[in-house]
């Protein structure tokens, strides 16, 4: 082979020889194929990454149940002095009258026969400590209180009185007094009258006084 015909076929050696390694070089910076199935896993996880930080929390933006208005006291039973007047009446025929009742009062208020006895509960409330002597108190007196009604000695002498026996009136705008013509009693030795004393605290109209002997008031 001549001299020039050995340089030609060198030449194209080279040539050859750059033109595969650029084919390899590109090969290996293609990523490698993938068959069906993991282009198939692949593809959808990648959406779902981008799909959850799109998708804000809007928990909070659900709106919640409104919360049952609670109230305090006796409520509605007692949001005028008839409506007072007449769940007293009502509940003093029940068999837990004395439970029933104990909102109906205020308890910090409370005279009865000229006794302050608000005083004294509102002090035992104030101490922690003297809040179960308080209740228990509290518990007795209405108990014995709420028994006067089974005491009467005409079978329907209660009916009677709460059909004709009782007056109220409006002494001012935060004050009602009841007279309450209650019947006979056994061992009774109070008036046959009562009088009842309602106070207005804030929408409800509490029982304040219980006066036995009304007209032994003022006197010496």
């Known amino acids: 082979m001549s001299a020039p015909s050995v340089g030609n076929s060198r030449t194209i050696r080279r040539l050859a020889g750059g033109l595969i390694a650029l084919a390899l070089a590109g090969a290996g910076c293609r990523q490698p194929a993938t068959t ?3 282009a198939g896993r692949a593809g959808p ?4 990454v981008g799909a959850s930080a799109a998708v804000p929390d809007s928990t909070w933006l659900v709106p919640k149940p409104e919360a ?3 109230l305090g006291g006796c409520g509605r039973a007692c949001e005028s002095p008839e409506s007072a007047v007449s769940f007293l009446l ?3 025929s029940s068999p837990d009258a004395a439970v029933q009742l104990r909102p109906l009062v205020d308890w910090s208020l409370l005279v009865v026969d ?3 006895l608000g005083t004294h509960w509102a002090m035992q409330w104030a101490d922690p400590a ?4 308080r209740d228990a108190e509290i518990a007795a007196f209405l108990t014995e209180w709420t028994r006067w009604p089974s005491r009467s000695v005409q079978a329907d002498g209660w009916g009677r009185m709460r059909s004709n026996g009782i007056q109220l009136r409006l002494q001012d705008e935060q004050t009602a007094v009841v007279q309450l013509r209650h019947p ?3 061992d009774d030795t109070t008036e046959p009258t009562w009088q ?3 106070h207005k605290r804030g929408s409800e109209w509490l029982l304040s006084g219980i006066d036995h002997q009304p007209s032994l008031r003022g006197k010496p």
């Open 130 to 133: 003297q809040r179960s002597a």
């Open 90 to 92: 009502t509940q003093l």
């Open 184 to 186: 006979q009693l056994r």
């Open 68 to 70: 049952a208005l609670q």
């Open 45 to 48: 996880a990648a959406s779902d």
């Open 114 to 116: 000229g006794r302050d």
């Open 196 to 198: 009842l004393q309602w």
């Open 36 to 38: 069906a199935g993991s």
